[in-house]
T-cell receptor, first 111, second 111 residues
């Protein structure tokens, strides 16, 4: 079956520290993968998407970067976190019928 | 930028009543999707309606699409307390590989 895993579920990091959030999918090959961020009580903002290994498209300039070292692995990173990076980060992959399957999310609090 | 805008932002109804949420968008679309998000969790895909479809049903869900008005509605019939969640519309436009989400409607179903 097709599943998506995202971890950790919650993270508290100090300003200036690095970040690495990992997302992996199972049961599919060559998926389109996405990182979204959701501010409290708001909709989702697309950060990055990837259509294949090493292929990353950035939607907004920011303090974050993404990488896709393997077909089913998508990583969101930052070298130095800012307070404004706090939010709920969601990984997703696009299914064959164009619907998205989301991970359970990571609540990041930068202090 | 957000393509879809949901209306109302918040809706509170009694169990057993119907809930209607609306979504408006700005540009032409390939399809429109509705998602549900329980507090602090990932989004769950509910239903997809293509631009050449006008109405679609799935269980207690009914979605309509009016491309001339660039709007869609989600109707939940015979609502239950477990339907309490945020509901988001999302649009897939042209050759874009990503979905653009609205800001959501917070639905509260009172027992």
């Amino acid at each position: 079956s097709q599943t998506i895993h995202q971890w950790p579920a919650t993270l508290v990091q100090p300003v200036g520290s690095p970040l690495s959030l990992e997302c992996t999918v199972e049961g599919t090959s060559n998926p389109n993968l996405y990182w979204y961020r959701q501010a409290a009580g708001r909709g989702l903002q697309l950060l990055f998407y990837s259509v294949g290994i090493g292929q990353i498209s950035s939607e907004v300039p920011q303090n974050l970067s993404a990488s896709r070292p393997q077909d089913r692995q998508f990583i969101l990173s930052s070298k130095k976190l800012l307070l404004s990076d706090s939010g709920f980060y969601l990984c997703a992959w696009r299914t064959a019928n164009y619907g998205y399957t989301f991970g359970s999310g990571t609540r990041l609090t930068v202090v | 930028s957000q393509q879809g805008e949901e209306d109302p932002q918040a809706l509170s109804i009694q169990e057993g009543e119907n809930a209607t949420m609306n979504c408006s968008y700005k540009t032409s679309i390939n399809n429109l999707q509705w998602y549900r998000q329980n507090s602090g969790r990932g989004l769950v895909h509910l239903i997809l309606i293509r631009s050449n479809e006008r109405e679609k049903h799935s269980g207690r869900l009914r979605v309509t699409l009016d491309t001339s008005k660039k709007s869609s509605s989600l109707l939940i019939t015979a609502s239950r307390a477990a339907d309490t969640a945020s509901y988001f519309c999302a649009t897939h436009q042209g050759s874009a590989r990503q979905l653009t989400f609205g800001s959501g409607t917070q639905l509260t179903v009172l027992p």
